[in-house]
């Protein structure tokens, strides 16, 4: 007589609290063989002979559920053709038939896990962003494409993908822009986000990021754009004509302009937080994205965005925002695009050039290190440098002049 069942941890060796393996026991003649499914659940987890209380229940049911029907199928196909039950050939067989079958749900399965994220604002669009790009990709798509070679594939794909082109442009002739540096980086660092939950979860053995270390930088980030105190004005005090989006939006960049908030932190701005002295408005808090402290005192443009909505900051969803911000700044002749985080790029180079610490500024935007913020200096030292290059051409020039 042959049964089966599924049992937690049949050896008692998992300690009080910690997650202990789910075997298949095979039962040939009142004889009990064990096969490990290859996942691990803490003793609370499993009730009633099924998986509860954890974020990844349902898929973790449905690769438990798949494995127990193909060893049944094994034991069946062995009983009809007449063979000794061999307990160690159905567990390969039954693993071999389990990859084949879930081989093809590896995207599905980065879809799910990237809805149980609870990131915010753009570190859940890279999220999306790059699983949008690896559909397009087409190569990684089953588990068994998770290899170096199609990671570097993936990498030579990314390098090849360009802008979006406006109407204007594309009439103009002008040749469409790779994606940045930071971009392709941003795609790699999620996926390898990614497949390191899916080793966690024992759905992959290694994530073939770890035999990649240090293969994809993230490449030059000294090249940081930022509005001169010119276009900052500009900006203020364009003339919006009756567009509640256009004004919001303006009035939205204003306020990150002179905080150095990311539009995350923002968006959850509460003036209840900030300590009042007199005129004066300052807080510490976390930043939502690191959970890093950083320090605020609220300049008199950023109070006079507030006092226009109430003391609140407008609530605008950031892809609206971004698209609003673009508008905006052909409107007021900035030669850059303008989007959220350059506003707090604005921010910290506007503080560096007018006297503040280095120190003191990494404080204000909750960088984890002070290396962030070297960047603006090295781009304002470059700034100067360009200057005095500049000037050192008019000099030559009128030198010449001179001489003639």
Not at 17 to 24: A, I, Q, S, T, W
Not at 243 to 249: C, H, P, T, Y
Not at 256 to 265: A, I, K, P, R, V
Request: net charge positive; charged share 30%; proline share 3%.
């Amino acid at each position: 007589m042959i049964t089966t069942s599924i049992v937690w941890d049949h050896r008692g060796r998992t300690k009080a609290g910690c997650e202990g393996p789910l075997e298949v026991r095979v039962t040939v003649d009142r004889k009990p063989y064990y096969i490990n499914t290859g996942i691990k659940v803490r003793k609370t987890e499993w009730k009633a002979d099924t998986i509860v209380n954890r974020p990844d229940a349902d898929s973790l049911r449905t690769r438990l559920n798949i494995l127990y029907k193909k060893i049944e199928a094994e034991i069946n196909a062995a009983i009809e053709d007449g063979r000794t039950i061999d307990v160690a050939d159905i567990k390969r067989r039954a693993w071999v038939l389990v990859a084949d079958e879930s081989s093809t749900s590896f995207l599905e399965w980065c879809s799910d896990q990237i809805d149980q994220l609870t990131h915010t604002g753009g570190t859940m669009q890279h999220y999306q962003t790059m699983l949008t790009r690896l559909n397009d990709f087409d190569t990684i798509r089953r588990w068994q494409d998770l290899t170096v070679e199609n990671i570097y594939k993936w990498d030579a794909y990314l390098h090849k993908i360009t802008k979006p082109q406006s109407d204007a442009d594309i009439k103009a002739g002008k040749p469409a822009e790779p994606i940045s540096d930071g971009a392709i980086y941003n795609y790699h660092k999620c996926l390898k986000a990614l497949l390191n939950r899916a080793v966690l979860f024992d759905r992959l053995k290694q994530n073939p990021y770890d035999r990649l270390k240090g293969k994809f930088k993230r490449g030059d980030r000294e090249n940081v754009e930022y509005l001169t105190e010119n276009e900052m004005k500009a900006i203020e005090q364009l003339e919006i004509p009756d567009d509640d989006l256009l004004r919001q939006s303006r009035d939205l960049f204003v306020f990150q302009m002179y905080t150095g908030l990311s539009y995350s932190d923002a968006e959850a701005f509460d003036i209840s937080q900030y300590r009042k002295d007199g005129d004066t408005y300052t807080h510490i808090g976390e930043r939502i994205k690191t959970g890093v402290a950083y320090v605020s005192q609220l300049l008199p443009p950023a109070i006079r965005v507030l006092e226009k909505y109430g003391m609140k900051v407008p609530q605008i969803e950031n892809h609206v925002y971004n698209r609003a911000l673009k508008s905006i700044g052909i409107s007021a002749s900035i030669k850059i695009p303008l989007h959220s985080h350059l506003a707090r790029h604005t921010f910290a180079t506007w503080m560096l050039r007018n006297g503040a610490k280095i120190e003191n500024v990494s404080r204000m935007l909750g960088h984890t290190n002070i290396r962030q913020t070297q960047r603006y200096a090295k781009v304002l030292a470059k700034s100067v440098h360009d200057d005095f290059s500049a000037m050192e051409s008019r000099l030559k020039e009128r030198d010449n002049i001179t001489n003639l």
